[in-house]
């Protein structure tokens, strides 16, 4: 019977463990952020407001005006989303592509442009040091037979 009990418990609780969410807390600080070149294009600063749960940046790259957005570790979801007012005011939402608690962290969004095509896009974080990290977004039009790099960023904390 125990043993019975024991492999009943066990099925309950390997789900449970293999949905921990990644740790985004490094995530947390001020970074400069470089183009693949390693020119610094602009600098971010990002405040852990809840651990575990959200994650508040405002990035500025090169002369565009500073841009806030949020990673939120979404129950309804299954892991983390970031949040960010797109061009047309409204908050736009990347959602969990990767398995939870799967690394690197990939994110997506299907959207309609501005010249009435769809596109989809896909943001692979990954942390490549203790003190830096890479945002890679990518679009597809063709529903995701290629990609184009929109952005390739290596975040280096700064001193």
């Known amino acids: 019977m125990k043993y019975r009990l024991a492999a009943l418990f066990a099925l309950f609780a390997l789900p449970a463990l293999a949905s921990d969410p990644v740790d985004l807390s490094f995530l947390a600080g001020d970074f400069a952020i ?13 405040i852990e407001e809840a651990a575990d749960a959200v ?25 983390w989303r970031q949040l960010f007012v797109a061009a047309t005011g409204r908050v736009r939402a990347f959602d969990p592509v990767s398995a939870a608690g799967e690394w690197p962290l990939v994110l997506g969004s299907e959207t309609t442009l501005k010249d009435g095509t769809t596109a ?40």
């Open 34 to 46: 470089h183009d693949p070149a390693g020119a610094e294009i602009g600098e971010a600063a990002a």
């Open 55 to 79: 994650i508040r940046e405002t990035r500025k790259v090169g002369d565009g005006a500073p841009q806030i957005l949020w990673f939120v570790n979404d129950e309804e979801k299954g892991g």
């Open 120 to 159: 989809r896009f896909r943001m692979t974080l990954s942390k490549t040091g203790d003190d830096r990290a890479r945002r890679l977004l990518e679009m597809s039009k063709d529903d995701g037979a290629t990609w184009t790099t929109v952005f390739d960023y290596d975040y280096r904390r700064r001193e």
